[in-house]
């Protein structure tokens, strides 16, 4: 059962355009969605998170929006950059349960082309 | 560096053997987790110790994998006659709750091959 769903393997941009990577989740007792960025053969690194009684948080060229009633979350990245180019990987967790465990989605690869 | 560290990055062993990697969490942080990956997939959930104390174990870990955490600050993670089957990237990430939630922050990954 894979409670949280990134349907797109993969995403292509130009240099300096938006880049809009997408997930959906099942599990309504999630309350906290993060995203993390992955570079081969590194871990996961941390870029921003959402609690679910906000709908948009923004940290510099990252933005995420949380649809509750849809149950979706989106990452927007503007403008992209060839840095960004990676793995990209929501992930949501539940406060109900006594501890923060992550649920991932299967990722989404971005490359961005300059 | 204040970073999650982990030890060895890469390991190759036999089928049969044992193998053991070491996770350092960052310093304050007292909730420490164990995931693994595999290929085209998302980390998955292994275990998680609260200090010293394992709170929780998958399914996905069997009788063969323990983890350990003795004295609430670096963890290991054991896999006992490892199968082909074990081959994946094994994650570290530690957290510290603050204000209802937290954010985890992984460690490089140990990459493990089983030949």
């Known amino acids: 059962d894979q409670q949280v769903k990134q349907n797109s393997p993969s995403l292509s941009v130009q240099e300096g355009r938006i880049s809009i990577l997408n997930c959906d989740y099942t599990?309504?007792?999630?309350?906290?969605f993060l995203w993390y960025k992955k570079y081969p053969a590194e871990g996961p690194t941390f870029l921003i998170s959402i609690s679910s009684i906000k709908d948009k948080n923004e940290d510099g060229r990252f933005t995420v929006f949380l649809n509750k009633s849809a149950k979706h979350l989106s990452l927007h990245i503007v403008p992209s950059q060839p840095g960004d180019s990676a793995v990209y990987f929501c992930?949501?967790?539940?406060?109900?349960?006594?501890?923060?465990?992550?649920?991932f989605g299967q990722g989404t690869i971005l490359t961005v082309h300059p | 560096d204040t970073g999650v560290s982990q030890n060895p990055r890469h390991k190759i062993t036999k089928r049969g053997q044992n193998v053991t990697f070491r996770c350092d969490p960052i310093?304050?942080?007292?909730?420490l987790y164990w995931y693994r990956q595999t290929l085209g997939q998302g980390p998955e959930f292994l275990t998680y110790f609260q200090n010293e104390a394992q709170l929780e174990k998958s399914r996905l870990l069997s009788d063969r994998f323990s983890a350990e955490r003795p004295k609430g600050s670096f963890s290991t993670l054991e896999i006992q006659r490892t199968e082909q089957g074990d081959s994946a990237m094994y994650l570290c990430?530690?957290?510290?709750?603050?204000?209802?939630?937290?954010?985890?922050?992984f460690g490089p990954g140990t990459r493990l091959l089983v030949l």
């Open positions: 310093s304050e942080h007292n909730r």
């Open positions: 992930a949501a967790s539940s406060s109900g349960t006594s501890y923060g465990k992550l649920t």
């Open positions: 599990n309504s007792m999630f309350d906290y």
């Open positions: 990430a530690s957290s510290k709750r603050q204000g209802g939630q937290e954010t985890q922050y």
